[in-house]
């Protein structure tokens, strides 16, 4: 399963919102879909698992979303700690697949 | 406080050999997976080895046959044995809890920098 994230660049302001997506080359089965952020020099943290489920800590400006080949990350309104990138990872049986990233940038 | 620090990388020649550990502390290490992720400058993550809680192993198959993933529960460490080095094998290297169940990784260690150069 290829993953293909868009746009590779978004280039928002504080308080604007975000729409991240990621589109699977095959369904991904029962929504085994997760979502991470990177800041620069640090490891990624997960954001979100199952498609739409957030991890422990995290706010509820991020959510997600979608199902079957399309999926999205939405933060409602933009903090600056929220400038960064973005990866969609497909889990599940040993198939783990990262998509290429979606970098965040102050506008 | 979970944690996971992995260590062991460097400067290494075409065609060598280095062995990385990642060390975890702060929950029962046994009960869980241990996988390996890394990053070139730049790029996106790449998925490069697992092994389970009960001992499965996986590996892409970019590196499978010269890496060998291994795991001392008595000393909650896995380790990375990573042979026949090429130039693309370069990056930091990750080690990630995997929450349970083949699923999303829970936890990150801050890497390891590999360097492949002649």
């Known amino acids: 399963v290829v993953l293909t994230q868009s746009p590779g660049t978004l280039s928002l302001s504080p308080g604007e919102r975000a729409t991240l997506s990621c589109r699977a080359s095959q369904t991904v089965t029962s929504n085994l879909l997760a979502w991470y952020q990177q800041k620069p020099g640090q490891a990624p943290r997960l954001l979100m698992y199952?498609?739409?489920s957030r991890a422990t800590g995290i706010p509820d400006r991020f959510s997600g979303s979608g199902s079957g080949t399309d999926f999205t990350l939405t933060i409602s309104r933009l903090e600056p700690e929220d400038f960064a990138v973005y990866y969609c990872?497909?889990?599940?049986?040993?198939?783990?697949?990262f998509g290429q990233g979606t970098k965040l940038e102050i506008k | 406080e979970v944690q996971l620090v992995e260590s062991g990388g460097g400067l290494v020649q075409p065609g060598g050999s280095l062995r990385l550990s990642c060390a975890a502390s702060g929950f029962t290490f046994s009960d869980f997976s241990i996988h390996w992720v890394r990053q070139a400058p730049g790029k996106r993550l790449e998925y490069v080895s697992a092994i389970g809680d009960d001992g499965l192993i996986y590996y892409a198959t970019s590196v499978e046959g010269r890496f060998t993933i291994s795991r001392d529960n008595s000393k909650n460490t896995v380790y990375l044995q990573m042979g026949s080095l090429r130039l693309e094998d370069m990056g930091v290297y990750y080690c990630?809890?995997?929450?349970?169940?083949?699923?999303?990784?829970?936890?990150w260690g801050r890497g390891t920098l590999v360097t492949v150069s002649s």
């Open positions: 990630a809890r995997e929450a349970g169940g083949w699923s999303e990784f829970d936890c």
């Open positions: 990872q497909r889990y599940g049986s040993s198939r783990y697949t």
């Open positions: 199952g498609a739409s």
